[in-house]
């Protein structure tokens, strides 16, 4: 079956590092847009970053631009989300998600299809 897990997680001291990864299994990423997803308890999920087919328009929230950047690995069929700079309030359950996309090199963040279980953050001191 078709499966996305998110890995990288854990717990971290403000101003820290992590870099998550996503993986996939059963699909190659070749002609997928990929998004990253974080939700904390009783809040809203909400779009991080996301990254086109191609890779070449990104795009990310304004409460993580400048800290967080989004790349893939086609050859390791995965995608990673570099944290830097993280902050208490990044704390939350990040999750992938993917839709394919022949030809269109937009960044959304409706309409994924393939969505992983998610990977704990948490910033404290």
């Known amino acids: 079956q078709l499966q996305l897990v998110e890995s990288g997680g854990g717990l971290v001291q403000p101003g820290g590092s992590l870099r998550l990864s996503c993986a996939a299994s059963?699909?190659?990423?070749?002609?997928?847009?990929i998004s990253w997803f974080r939700q904390a308890p009783g809040k809203e999920r909400e779009g991080v970053s996301c990254?086109?087919?191609?890779?070449?328009?990104?795009n990310y929230a304004d409460s993580v631009k400048g800290r967080f950047t989004i790349f893939r690995d086609n050859p390791k069929n995965t995608v990673y989300l570099q944290m830097n700079s993280l902050k208490p309030e990044d704390s939350a359950i990040y999750y992938c998600?993917?839709?394919?996309?022949?030809?269109?090199?937009?960044?959304?963040?409706?309409?994924?299809?393939?969505w992983g279980k998610g990977t704990l953050v948490t910033v404290s001191s």
């Open positions: 990254i086109s087919r191609s890779g070449s328009r990104t």
């Open positions: 059963g699909f190659s990423l070749d002609d997928y847009r």
């Open positions: 998600a993917m839709v394919r996309t022949e030809l269109s090199e937009r960044c959304e963040y409706s309409g994924m299809k393939y």
